[in-house]
């Protein structure tokens, strides 16, 4: 499609494939592996894009039968734990390619930030838990306010 990067195309599709086999085997739920880092990441790209008050919301421990178990664990946190449980840990190599922002933003400007200030991630990390609190809310009081209208 018109204005859509390539990494945008390829989630679409991901999540699509995951639907049709979702229904075809009459699963409700997927759980995914997104973990702080990438709550982290998307927050400082919608922050970038100039994202509104749903961008920094950031992503949902859950909707629409997706849910993010680990949302709140770190990236290094779950690699520990993998190793001390013998289990394989895959990267796909194309989250290291700089031609894509989320990769520069986790590859350098995340660094950076951590070199600035020691402990930025677990900042940013509590940022993202309070802004979707913040957001879900705000959701409730508007939904209560138009129910009284």
Known sequence: ??????????????????????NALGVP???????????????????????????????????????????????????AFAREQGIAFRDDPSNRDPAYLRNRVRHELLPLLEALHPGARQSLGRATVMLRELGGLTDMALTRELELR
């Open 29 to 79: 739920v997927l759980a995914t592996a997104h973990h702080r880092d990438d709550a982290i990441e998307t927050l400082l790209l919608n922050m970038l894009r100039g994202a509104g008050r749903q961008g920094f919301m950031g992503l949902p421990p859950t909707r629409n039968g997706i849910v993010r178990p680990l949302i709140e664990v770190s990236r290094q946190d779950i690699e």
């Open 1 to 22: 499609k018109p204005g859509v990067s390539i990494q945008m195309a390829a989630r679409e599709l991901r999540y699509a494939w995951f639907r049709e086999r979702m």
